[in-house]
């Protein structure tokens, strides 16, 4: 399908403004691209007409191709109905301790999830997490969650038989306060559909804690139910926040759309797997890539003109082919990304990306990560940057120590410049294409 709307739009060929009929069959195009990807259909008609509008009678720079017009428009409408640029924090604003209400459909994810945070919290940001499990439904549930704590590094309250789900919510908070945590973890029930019961349960724990933030743990392959779902949690209880669960699967995030749309609340987050630290930022523009399954090369090239330095560019790219990247040039190719946004930003924009992201193994790379690779790479002499094979144990202590950073994280470093090395001769190997090619099938 994503051919077909690829090809659609392709076929626009006129410059000039855009006419109606250019857009009408672009958009019929994206329309079924949407629903197959899940967005629920009463968002997609909205979406669709309001990009629609926007769009006839746009003037097309003569350096792009209406086509290409249409997909920056497109993407463009869909980033922003997805959020905007950008992921969204969670917000920890509140007199510690701060409660974190989860709430979800059964399966969706919720307990999980919540081992993912606290392992989040805890380790990035320092934070005494408190996970609390509200599911008597099910007689595992307050076990489960225990055993994620405990693997997350992370304290739990402990199980007291026979309580009901606000005795134990009223007992996290003051367990909580008492012994200082700054943030405390309520995980509560689900139903495999949603009742009265269960929403009066949610809302009572909400009253009688004020979380910061209300979750909704939404799995990812959820489809059309997803509004209904969304609507009912938002007006029960007001959803500050959604998760998307299980994005590690086929499912093209429609769900996302769906859930941004109809709760007006942001996707914070994102889970990508079953284990702990399978939790991403939320990247509205991977997602729309992943829906429309077509990449914005407009956006690309735009973005790369108004900032890249093309020369510095090229003869980058030309060392890389030719297999003489070293970490001088690493450095300066970190300045490069800085300045266009983030790889994954780049890399959304790339037709396909969400494979090529697994081939190429990246993952959050945030500015913090370049910035201490940036400081090693600066304690380093210039034979050690030139030949990074020659630094040893000795030499690593010593840029260590010069760049306020540990042997640990030269090393790491110096991993993943071997992978990028390893990465840049696959490149050169195959070709840019074949590695789509391999990405994509
Ligand atoms: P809950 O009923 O909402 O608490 O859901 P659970 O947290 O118990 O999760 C249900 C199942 O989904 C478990 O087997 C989890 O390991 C799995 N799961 C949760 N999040 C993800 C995810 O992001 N990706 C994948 N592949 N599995 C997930
Ligand atoms: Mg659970």
Known sequence: LSGRLSGVIDGLGKRGALSEADVAEAMREVRLAMLDAD?????????VNKVREGAVGHEVLDSISPGQAVAKIVNDALIDALGGAGAVPLNLNAVPPAPILMVGLQGSGKTTTSGKIALRLSTREKKKVLLASLDTQRPAAQLQLQ????RAGVMSLPIVAGQAPLEIAARAMDT???EGFDVVILDT???LSIDEALMEEVRQIRAATSPVETLLVVDAMTGQDAVNTAKIFNEAVG???VVMTRMDGDARG?????MRAI???PIKLTGSGEKLD???EFHPERVAGRILGLGDIAGLVEKAADTLDHEEGERLAKKMMAGKFDLDDYVSQIKQIKKMGSISGILGMLPGMGKLKDAIGDKDLDTTIFKRHEAIISSMTKAERKTPDIIKASRKKRIAAGSGTTVQDVNKLLKQFDDMSTMMKRINKLGMKGLMRQGLS
Do not use: H, I, Y
Request: proline letters at 3%; a positive charge.
């Open 39 to 47: 967005v629920a259909l009463p968002v997609v008609k909205d979406f």
């Open 147 to 150: 055993q994620l704590a405990e």
């Open 176 to 178: 909580g306060r008492r």
């Open 189 to 191: 029930a689900g139903r």
């Open 239 to 241: 959803v500050t926040g």
């Open 254 to 258: 429609g769900a996302a759309l769906s």
């Open 263 to 265: 709760t007006g609340a």
């Open 278 to 280: 399978a939790l991403e």
